[in-house]
């Protein structure tokens, strides 16, 4: 059978003058542009991204001749049997290796990529998932908060009482010491934002990643009382800019680690 290769792409793709430093030469070890580059099938999530993707790499084949599957956001399930046939040739056959892309990030990881890789292995396809960028892996690096025990919640629910209410119940646990990780869509960020000053503790932490990858990037974590009075003027720019946020109890509150004694070796 032919390999799925799971390939991460930059979180936020190359704009104008950053063209250059922004693009995917820089954000991606050499050995997972050289998968890209060799592959002739994909599976993605957005076929525009994919071949904007596929140019940043200069991969040698036009990419019109190249085969690309969109997925789309949810992967149908009676379909990818079909995407993974080429994958399967038959016994004497010429195989096909495929590479899924993401729109933005790592495949697989709140992506649609998941039911694929998992129909893979349910067919006896190799999986290799390549080396690059997580947006929610590289937020918590950056936050400052407990990398032991963390939780990833996807997207927020958008009713104003009903936001209010999972708010509470994320910072109750960000303050028993899991760092909780969530998102949200670009041009809904300011309102989270707004909606977590309001609700939550002024001693509660918020780290927020911002633009993850581009050369304009950064992480910041401080006190939701210190964000508070910062003030407008002083907010981070969130509107229609991606981004992670990051909520943890106040500094010093994490469960330490449990010490891990080596066995002396003989």
């Known amino acids: 059978m032919g390999t799925l290769h799971l390939v991460p792409v930059p979180i936020v793709p190359a704009r104008g003058a950053d063209a250059i430093e922004g693009s995917a030469l820089r ?50 399930p009676e379909l990818i049997d079909r995407w993974l046939w080429p994958l399967r040739a038959p016994e004497g056959a010429a195989h096909t290796d495929a590479a899924v892309l993401s729109e933005a990030g790592c495949p697989g990881i709140a992506d649609p990529g998941a039911a694929v890789v998992a129909r893979a292995h349910e067919l006896g396809i190799r999986v290799i998932p390549w080396v690059g960028p997580s947006s929610i892996l590289l937020a918590l690096m950056g936050s400052g908060m407990n990398g032991q025990q963390f939780r990833f919640l996807g997207y927020l629910p958008q009713g104003r009482e009903e936001l209010g209410t999972r708010l509470r119940d994320i910072e109750h646990n960000a303050q028993l010491g899991e760092t909780q990780i969530f998102i949200e869509t670009p041009y809904r960020n300011v309102r989270l934002f707004e909606s977590i000053l309001e609700v939550c503790d002024p ?8 633009e993850l990858t581009a050369i304009d990037q950064s992480v910041v974590t401080r006190t939701i009382g210190q964000w508070r009075t910062l003030g407008a003027k002083a907010a981070p720019t969130l509107e229609r800019r991606t981004a992670v946020f990051l909520m943890h109890g106040s500094a010093g509150r994490s469960r330490p680690a449990r010490a891990v004694r080596q066995r002396s070796r003989r």
């Open 27 to 76: 954000v991606l070890p050499p050995a997972t542009v050289e998968v890209a580059r060799q592959t002739h099938y994909f599976l993605v999530e957005n076929a525009r991204s994919a071949r904007a993707f596929l140019k940043a790499v200069a991969h040698p084949e036009p990419v019109a001749s190249l085969q690309i599957v969109e997925m789309g956001r949810q992967a149908d």
């Open 203 to 210: 001693s509660t932490r918020l780290g927020l990643a911002i």
